[in-house]
């Protein structure tokens, strides 16, 4: 255990309910803090969470939850048809808007992520999108515990961090393995 969810963080799915991550008690999800502007880095987190819910998905266990970086600008109907435009369309991996500081506030404080950024320079707007934000995702166990924190989209060792949020993900799911049940993850990213 890394950290912990002291307090719950009632938000809108993009389907517009309100829900709270407390309802996910007893289940272990991976969360990601993303917006639908993003021109990049997002788009990537998303990728990491679509093969996440490939290789995991059939478990009852297992759910998803992106948190909105701009929840002025992700309304639940924008984050729904950005959602369905790339496929990845599942209730079980909820998309979160609502209270722009109260989401911020909760980020920092509970999850522990590094504050957001206002991009103000034209050219880093085009490529990186308006904020610059925490692109690490957590995995988040049954009990409200961060289990760990994976920087997917680090340019030098990203492969290594996938394959490493992966092998934890499946122990933080099947309690009864043992990390010598594991093959080890090569902290050297191959030719």
Same mark, same amino acid.
């Given at each position: ?11 809108? &799915? ?6 709270? /991550? ?10 990601? @803090?993303?917006?639908?502007?993003? %021109?990049? !880095? ?16 059939? &478990?009852?266990?297992f759910r998803l939850v992106s948190i ?20 990845i369309d599942s209730p079980d991996w909820?998309?979160?808007? !609502?209270?722009a500081q109260e989401i911020a506030d @909760? ?16 050219? /880093? ?14 995995? =988040?166990?049954?009990?409200? +515990? ?5 920087? =997917?989209? +680090?340019?030098?060792? !990203?492969? *290594? ?10 122990? *933080?799911? &099947? %309690? ?8 080890? =993850? +090569? ?5």
């Amino acid at each position: 255990m890394i950290a912990r969810l002291e307090t719950d963080l009632s938000a809108v &799915n993009r389907d517009g309910k309100e829900v709270s /991550l407390g309802q996910l008690r007893g289940k272990v999800y991976v969360a990601g @803090y993303q917006y639908t502007d993003c %021109p990049a !880095g997002c788009l990537g987190l998303a990728a990491v969470m679509k093969a996440l819910e490939t290789e995991f998905g059939e &478990n009852p266990q297992f759910r998803l939850v992106s948190i909105s970086v701009n929840p002025e600008g992700d309304t639940p109907e924008k984050m729904d048809a950005w959602v369905k435009e790339r496929g990845i369309d599942s209730p079980d991996w909820w998309f979160l808007t !609502g209270k722009a500081q109260e989401i911020a506030d @909760y980020m920092i404080s509970e999850f522990k992520f590094y504050g957001t950024e206002k991009i103000t320079d034209p050219a /880093l707007i085009a490529s990186q999108g308006p904020f610059a934000h925490d692109q690490r995702l957590a995995i =988040v166990d049954g009990e409200a +515990n961060i289990r760990g924190y994976y920087d =997917v989209m +680090n340019v030098q060792r !990203g492969q *290594v961090e996938i394959e490493r949020l992966r092998r934890d993900l499946k122990m *933080v799911l &099947n %309690p009864e393995l043992k990390l010598s049940d594991m093959q080890p =993850v +090569n902290p050297q990213p191959e030719p």
